[in-house]
T-cell receptor, first 116, second 111 residues
């Protein structure tokens, strides 16, 4: 149980376009979802925390107008990278925890974004 | 500011040996300390986690040792296998929110 999926698994887009990444909890209701960014051979950096039905809380230094997060339901959160640029190329990972699962986070498989 | 410091950056262990990875934190409000295993191109997977009210937790070949007074915790992998070769991250959280990750340790287990 506790499976989190992401779609797409990889995406290539042109500079200036927007890209939407979906994160779904498949077999549980996710009260909180987290979005991370990971550069090659580096750690995960928390970008934002989102709770269903409310605005996301962004970490310091993360542009909320550039990285739009929507947590419309208890099983779906989306991250939209607006006006993407090559420096936005990265591995984006979401995670979710369930109200009944204590503090455990369940991670998605990640989405590789390449901006050309 | 790095909330959780992890060492070593890389580790090479012989098959059957013990792999030890260390982490240290500063914020005494943290109350949950998980370890994650990540393979290339994949998301992290929870290995084992501990709360600060216990000093050790063991699950199979994986053991967390926790020293609250020193604000340090470590992962021990007993009888290390080539399939354990991956990147390991420690993390710390307060109340299940805002997980802070260490910088990662690349483990290579050689046959």
């Amino acid at each position: 149980g506790a499976v989190v999926s992401q779609h797409p698994s990889w995406v290539i887009c042109k500079s200036g376009t927007s890209v939407k990444i979906e994160c779904r909890s498949l077999d549980f209701q996710a009260t909180t979802m987290f979005w991370y960014r990971q550069f090659p051979k580096q750690s995960l950096m928390l970008m934002a925390t989102s709770n269903e039905g409310s605005k996301a809380t962004y970490e310091q230094g993360v542009e909320k107008d550039k990285f739009l997060i929507n947590h419309a339901s208890l099983t779906l959160s989306t991250l939209t990278v607006t006006s993407a640029h090559p420096e936005d190329s990265s591995f984006y990972i979401c995670s979710a925890n369930s109200q009944g699962a204590g503090y455990e986070q369940y991670f998605g498989p990640g989405t590789r974004l390449t901006v050309t | 500011q790095q909330q959780v410091k992890q060492s070593p950056q890389s580790l090479i262990v012989q098959k059957g040996g013990i792999s030890i990875i260390n982490c240290a934190y500063e914020n005494t409000a943290f109350d949950y300390f998980p370890w994650y295993q990540q393979f290339p191109g994949k998301g992290p997977a929870l290995l084992i986690a501990i709360r600060p009210d216990v000093s050790e937790k063991k699950e199979g070949r994986f053991t967390i040792s926790f020293n609250k007074s020193a604000k340090q915790f470590s992962l021990h992998i007993m009888d290390s296998q080539p399939g354990d070769s991956a990147t390991y991250f420690c993390a710390a959280s307060r109340g299940g929110n805002q997980f802070y990750f260490g910088t990662g340790t690349s483990l290579t287990v050689i046959p």
